[in-house]
C-alpha cells in the first residue's frame, strides 16, 4: 500500500512539473530564437490580406488574397475594389501574368524587368532583414497581446532614410501586421494579415503560365 502510495505521489509532482512548464510564459529571448527559426524554414503560404497605399495626401485600399512560394513564385487575386475583381497576378519566377478576365485584358512582364516599388509579401522584408546591417527587434504588447517587432531600412524605391517593420504575434510567430514608413514617418504603406497559413504547398503547376 505504501508503495503504491510513493508511486501516486511520484507520479502526481511529475504531472505538476509538465503543467508548470508547459504553462510557463516564454521569455523575449526565447521567443527571438522561436521566431528566427519560423521565419527560416519558412518556405510557402497563403494569407488573405488589407493592402492600404498612402501616396500624394491619397490612400488607396485592395483586400486580396495571396499564395507564394519563395523566392519568387506567387499568385494574387484580387477581391476588392469592385472594379479590381477577377484580375489575378501570377509569376513563375521568371515571368508574371496579370490577367483582368472581366475586361478581358492580360499583360505579361519579365520578372527581372519588374521593378517593386513597395513591399508587398513577407520574403520583400526578410531579404532586407537578413541583408541589412541597421535592424531592431523589440517586444510590443498592445491591449494584452504581445508582438515581436522585427525593424529594418525600408525598400520602398524612392524613399530614403525610411523604414519598415514586420508584426508577429508571439509566441506562435504568426504575422500580424507589415508598416512601411517614410523619413518623417510617416505611414506609406500598410498590410494587415486577415488569415494566414504558413503550411500551405502550391501543387507543381499551380504557379505555372501557359504559352
Not at 149 to 158: D, I, M, N, Q
Not at 185 to 206: A, K, M, P, R
Request: with cysteine; proline share 3%.
Amino acid at each position: 500500500m505504501l508503495k503504491v502510495y510513493r508511486t501516486t505521489l511520484v507520479l502526481g509532482l511529475i504531472f505538476c512539473i509538465i503543467n508548470i512548464t508547459g504553462c510557463r510564459e516564454k521569455t523575449n529571448e526565447e521567443i527571438f530564437i522561436i521566431a528566427q527559426n519560423t521565419l527560416n524554414e519558412l518556405e510557402s503560404y497563403s494569407a488573405t490580406i488589407s493592402y492600404r497605399v498612402m501616396e500624394d495626401g491619397e490612400e488607396r485600399e485592395y483586400r486580396l488574397k495571396q499564395w507564394v512560394s519563395m523566392p519568387a513564385c506567387f499568385k494574387i487575386q484580387l477581391m476588392e475594389p469592385d472594379n479590381l475583381v477577377g484580375k489575378t497576378i501570377v509569376s513563375d519566377g521568371k515571368e508574371i501574368l496579370v490577367e483582368h478576365s472581366r475586361i478581358g485584358d492580360s499583360l505579361r512582364i519579365e520578372v527581372e524587368d519588374l521593378e517593386q516599388r513597395r513591399p508587398l509579401f513577407i520574403g520583400d522584408f526578410l531579404k532586407s532583414f537578413w541583408m541589412a546591417e541597421d535592424v531592431s527587434k523589440r517586444i510590443h504588447i498592445d491591449e494584452g497581446v504581445k508582438y515581436l517587432v522585427l525593424t529594418c531600412p525600408s525598400l520602398e524605391a524612392g524613399v530614403l532614410g525610411g523604414i519598415q517593420e514586420l508584426w508577429l504575434r508571439a509566441p506562435n510567430i504568426t504575422p500580424s501586421k507589415m508598416v512601411t514608413y517614410n523619413e518623417h514617418n510617416e505611414v506609406t504603406s500598410l498590410i494587415l494579415f486577415e488569415e494566414f497559413d504558413h503550411s500551405w504547398q502550391g501543387g507543381q503547376d499551380f504557379f505555372q503560365i501557359g504559352e
